[in-house]
C-alpha cells in the first residue's frame, strides 16, 4: 500500500519519503543564491560561526519543535495552532494565506529555470555574445566595474526573457512564451501531488536527491578551472573583525529561519502525515544538518566559479557577487560560457534549479491542501468528488494569481511580492508561533507530548531553549528587521510610493488574521471579558466550548473558515434574551 490510514489519516509510505520530502522543503533557491553571497558579505568563513550557532540554539530546536506538533495533533499548521493557543489561531491562517501567497510567485522562479533550460540545448549559449538582435549598443561579453554598460548575459535576462519595462508604472504586454512555461511549471507540480503524500513520497526520491549529484559534478568540474582557489579563498577566509557587527548576527539567524521554512507551516503539515511514534528528532537533524550541510557546499560550487571569472576577467570577486535571481541567472550562466562543454553544464545546473524549486513549492501547495482537507473534508468531497480535483482548483487558482509575473511589468511585481512577504510578514508570524507553542501551550506539555509519542522527553538543552532563547532570539531578529527595513527596489528602480502602498497590503494579507483569529476567538467563547481572555489562552479551549449552546449560536453567525475566513451566514442566529441584547 501506498499509505495507512492511521486514525483515518493518510500517513507516509516510508518515513524516508517524509524526511526527503522534509528536505526537499528545506533546501531551496535561497540555499544556492542566498547564503554564499551573505557568507561573502559578512565576513567569509567567519560567518560561520553565528551560522552554525544559530543553527544549534534556533533551527534545530524550533524545527523540533513545530514537526513534534503536527505529528501530535495529526493536523495542519490550521488546526493545529487552534488547539495550541486558541487565542493565536490566526497564526495557522496566517501560515497558509503566507504559503498560497509565495506559491503564486515562487513557480515563475521554476518558470525562469525552464526558459533557461530549453535555451541551453543549443551548442552556443545565447548568452555568450552580444550578437544577438536583443541586445543593446552597451552590451560587452565581459563583467566590468562600469555602471553604464552591462553584460551578455543580463541583457539576456532582462531583454530576451523577461523583455522588461522601466518600470511599474508600465505594464506591457504578456510574454505568451513564459505563459506556456507556468501552465507546464503548474501543470509538473498539480502532476507530483494530486495523490497527496502517495504520490509526493515517491518523487522526492528523485527531486530532494538528485541535486546532490549535480551539485558534486559541478563542484568536481569547478575546482580545476584556474582561479578556483582564489574564489574559495574569499569564500571561506574569515574576517573576524565582521562578528563585532550585530547585523552579522543578525542575517546568520534569519538565513537560518528562512531557510529551514520555520513560520511557513510546511514542514508541520507534512508531520501531520506522520506515524505516531515516529522519531522526531532524528527527522529534525536529518533535515536541518542536511539543509545547513547544503548551503556550504552551494559556496563552493558558487565561489569557485567566481574565481574563475575573476581570472578569465582581471577583476576581483567582490565585484562579481550578487544576491538573489541575479546570481543564478545573471552571474553563474556567465560562468558556463567558457566552461569546456559549456551547454551541458547550463542543462545540468539549470534542472538542479527545478528540482530544487518543485521540492519548495510540492511544500507550500501542500499546506493549502491539508488545511482545507482538515476543516472541509466532507463538504469538499461532496462537491470534488476527489482529493485530485481540490489539488487541481488549488494549483489553477494559483496560475492566475502568477500571471502578472509572465507580463513584461513580472519582474517588478516579483521583487514587490517577496520583498513584502518573505521580509515582512514571516518574522511576524514566527514570534507569535514560537509565544503560543513555546509559552502558552507550554514546555512541559510539549516535552509530554514527545514522551507519549517516542518513550522519551526532550533534553533539557531543548527545554532551555523552547522556553527561553528561541524567544529572546526570535523577539530580536523581529526587532532589527523593523529597524533595518528598507522600501522594495529592484537594481537602480525605486517603486514609487502607490506600489509601496500595495506591497504593505499583500504583508497584511496573512498578518491580518492574527488580530481576527483572536478577536473571534474571544466572540465565541462564553463568560465575562477576563474568562474569555483566560480560556483563549488554554490549549484545547474551543475544543471544549464547540458543544455549548453559546458557540453554537455564534458558529453560525460567523463561520470562520480554517484558511479562508470567508464571513457566511448559514444558520441564522436565535434571538436573544433581552439581557443579552443590551450586554
Request: net charge positive; proline share 5%.
Amino acid at each position: 500500500m501506498a499509505g495507512e490510514l492511521e486514525a483515518g489519516r493518510l500517513t507516509w509510505s516510508r518515513q524516508i519519503e517524509f524526511t526527503l520530502a522534509g528536505i526537499g522543503c528545506a533546501v531551496g533557491l535561497g540555499n544556492i543564491w542566498r547564503f554564499p553571497y551573505l557568507c561573502y558579505r559578512s565576513g567569509g568563513g567567519a560567518f560561520l560561526v553565528p551560522y552554525l550557532l544559530m543553527l544549534v540554539l534556533l533551527g534545530i530546536p524550533l524545527l523540533y519543535m513545530e514537526l513534534t506538533v503536527g505529528q501530535y495533533l495529526k493536523k495542519g499548521p490550521v488546526h493545529a495552532m487552534t488547539k495550541v493557543c486558541p487565542l493565536l489561531k490566526g497564526v495557522g491562517m496566517a501560515t497558509v494565506a503566507i504559503s498560497f501567497i509565495m506559491c503564486t510567485y515562487y513557480n515563475v522562479i521554476i518558470t525562469w529555470a525552464l526558459y533557461y533550460l530549453f535555451s541551453s540545448f543549443q551548442s552556443q549559449l545565447p548568452w555568450q555574445s552580444c550578437n544577438n538582435t536583443w541586445n543593446r549598443p552597451n552590451c560587452t561579453d565581459y563583467t566590468t566595474t562600469s555602471s553604464s554598460t552591462s553584460t551578455a548575459s543580463q541583457q539576456f535576462f532582462n531583454y530576451k526573457m523577461l523583455e522588461r519595462t522601466s518600470g511599474v508604472e508600465e505594464t506591457g504586454s504578456m510574454r505568451w512564451e513564459l505563459f506556456l512555461l507556468l501552465l507546464l511549471a503548474w501543470l509538473l507540480v498539480y502532476l507530483c501531488i494530486f495523490k497527496g503524500v502517495k504520490s509526493t513520497g515517491k518523487v522526492v526520491y528523485f527531486t530532494a536527491l538528485f541535486p546532490y549529484v549535480i551539485l558534486v559534478a559541478l563542484l568536481i568540474n569547478n575546482v580545476q578551472l584556474p582561479g578556483a582557489t582564489a574564489g574559495i579563498r574569499f569564500f571561506i577566509v574569515p574576517e573576524w573583525e565582521k562578528l563585532l557587527s550585530v547585523e552579522v548576527w543578525v542575517n546568520a539567524a534569519a538565513q537560518i529561519f528562512n531557510s529551514i521554512g520555520i513560520g511557513f507551516g510546511s514542514l508541520m503539515a507534512m508531520a501531520s502525515y506522520n506515524s505516531f511514534n515516529n522519531n522526531v528528532l532524528k527527522d529534525t537533524l536529518a533535515i536541518a544538518i542536511t539543509n545547513s550541510v547544503t548551503s556550504i557546499l552551494a559556496g563552493f560550487v558558487i565561489f569557485s566559479a567566481f574565481g574563475y571569472m575573476s581570472y578569465l576577467q582581471n577583476i576581483p570577486v567582490s565585484e562579481i557577487a550578487v544576491d538573489g535571481p541575479g546570481l543564478v541567472f545573471v552571474v553563474y550562466p556567465q560562468a558556463f560560457v567558457t566552461m569546456p562543454v559549456a551547454p551541458m553544464w547550463a542543462v545540468f545546473f539549470f534542472f538542479m534549479l527545478l528540482c530544487l524549486g518543485l521540492d519548495s513549492q510540492f511544500a507550500m501547495v501542500e499546506v493549502m491542501v491539508t488545511s482545507l482537507m482538515d476543516s472541509y473534508r466532507k463538504p469538499l468531497l461532496k462537491y470534488l468528488r476527489k482529493k485530485e480535483l481540490l489539488v487541481l482548483v488549488v494549483c489553477s487558482a494559483a496560475f492566475l494569481l502568477g500571471i502578472p509575473h509572465v507580463m513584461q511589468v513580472g519582474i517588478y511585481v516579483f521583487q514587490l511580492m517577496d520583498h513584502y512577504t518573505a521580509i515582512v510578514s514571516i518574522m511576524f508570524l514566527a514570534f507569535f508561533e514560537v509565544v503560543a507553542i513555546c509559552w502558552f501551550y507550554g514546555v512541559r506539555r510539549l516535552s509530554s507530548n514527545l514522551e507519549e509519542m517516542t518513550g522519551k522527553k526532550p533534553s533539557i538543552f531543548f527545554r532551555v531553549c523552547w522556553i527561553l532563547i528561541c524567544p529572546l532570539l526570535v523577539t530580536i531578529i523581529l526587532v532589527f528587521s523593523v529597524i533595518q527595513f528598507k522600501p522594495a527596489r529592484y537594481e537602480n528602480y525605486v517603486y514609487p510610493a502607490w506600489a509601496q502602498g500595495i506591497g504593505w497590503v499583500i504583508a497584511l494579507a496573512s498578518i491580518v488574521w492574527i488580530p481576527l483569529g483572536a478577536l473571534h476567538t474571544l466572540w465565541v467563547l462564553p463568560g465575562s471579558v477576563t474568562e474569555k481572555l483566560r480560556k483563549s489562552i488554554r490549549p484545547f479551549a474551543l475544543d471544549e466550548a464547540e458543544l455549548s449552546p453559546y458557540y453554537l449560536q455564534k458558529r453560525g453567525v460567523l463561520e470562520v473558515m480554517s484558511n479562508l475566513a470567508v464571513i457566511s451566514a448559514i444558520v441564522p442566529l436565535p434571538e436573544k434574551p433581552p439581557i443579552q441584547t443590551n450586554l
